[in-house]
């Protein structure tokens, strides 16, 4: 069974950054896409960004442009960098792997999350 393990996080001021990682314990084909969601509290999970197994990103339209995701695919591992960090993305980013990349979820049926972690951005 794939796990998936979250490092990172933290908490910073408004217009700062941070870097988040997770790495798989394996590649399968059942895990072609790897993504970030975040949840704040008393809020519904949301996805953040997406990315193809060397392929494009995918990214909602609130982090673009401050957010980049890539991958090291000899590591099987992803990373979330995040500029001009803003209160509202304060949250749990969870790492989660499914088949597909693609609509509202970025993240297609994942099947795959991890624990989490916590960003927290103060204003």
């Given amino acids: 069974q794939v796990q998936l393990a979250e490092s990172g996080g933290g908490s910073v001021q408004a217009g700062g950054t941070l870097r988040i ?3 798989a ?4 084909y059942m895990h072609n896409c790897m993504g970030w969601f975040r949840q704040a509290p008393g809020k519904e999970r949301e996805a953040v960004a997406a990315i193809y197994r060397g392929g494009s990103p995918y990214y909602v339209d609130s982090v673009r442009d401050r957010f980049t995701i ?3 695919i000899s ?5 979330l960098q995040m500029n001009n960090l ?38």
Avoid: F, I
Avoid at 75 to 79: A, C, Y
Avoid at 97 to 103: L, M, S
């Fill in 21 to 23: 990682s997770c790495v």
């Fill in 86 to 123: 803003k209160p509202e993305d304060t949250g749990m980013y969870y790492c989660a792997a499914g088949r597909y990349c693609g609509g509202p979820r970025l993240v297609e049926s994942p099947t795959t999350w991890g624990q989490g972690t916590q960003v927290t951005v103060s204003s």
């Fill in 75 to 79: 590591k099987n591992s992803m990373t």
């Fill in 70 to 72: 890539s991958q090291d």
């Fill in 25 to 28: 314990s394996e590649y399968t």
